[in-house]
């Protein structure tokens, strides 16, 4: 197989090329089918660069969302510890504090 991008001759076997490493053969995320082209899959249509970009905004909305779970445990941890230092003022400027955000 010839490389698209440097025109090494390779392996038939080889996915990437033996002198730049660029990908010779595309496996579609979707339906495993590997092909020599990037861009669309041949068998079942899917954009690549669509379904990577859908795939990291997914991972990215997971992450915001399991951080923002971690810093509202550790801020009601927080006031719990404050609680006998303060009286219970804090955690109740807390609560209200975090109903009017909502």
């Not at 970009?53 to 810093?71: C, D, H, I, S, Y």
């Not at 927080?78 to 975090?98: D, E, H, I």
Request: some cysteine; proline content about 5%; overall charge positive.
């Amino acid at each position: 197989m010839t490389c698209p991008k440097c025109q090494t001759a390779n392996p038939a076997t080889a996915r990437f090329c033996v002198r730049c490493h660029a990908p010779l053969r595309f496996t579609c995320p979707s339906c495993g089918h590997a092909q020599e082209t990037g861009g669309k899959c041949g068998k079942c249509g899917v954009d690549f660069a669509k379904y990577a970009a859908v795939l990291e905004f997914q991972m990215a909305k997971e992450t915001r969302e399991r951080r923002e779970g971690a810093q509202t445990r550790h801020d009601l941890i927080k006031q719990a510890l404050l609680l006998p230092v303060t009286g219970g003022w804090s955690l109740l400027r807390y609560v209200k504090t975090a109903l009017s955000r909502e």
